[in-house]
């Protein structure tokens, strides 16, 4: 169906973090946590309220060209 659109089918290795734009987020989520243990769920939860909103955007528009 993609062909008979005119699409061209990219496939990418099965790990390849670094062509991911989520990888990003999660390294910077990570970044925050490592050597941390949050013992209670509402820990984990106050740590991604206050983290989230400073996470920066990856640019997409990288991976495209």
Known sequence: ??????????????????????????????????????RTLSELKAYLTSKLPTLHSPRIYEYLC
């Open 1 to 38: 169906q993609a062909a008979k659109a005119g699409l061209l089918l990219e496939y990418l290795p099965s790990y390849a973090p670094e062509m991911n734009p989520l990888e990003q987020c999660w390294r910077q989520v990570n970044e925050g946590r490592a050597n941390k243990l949050y």
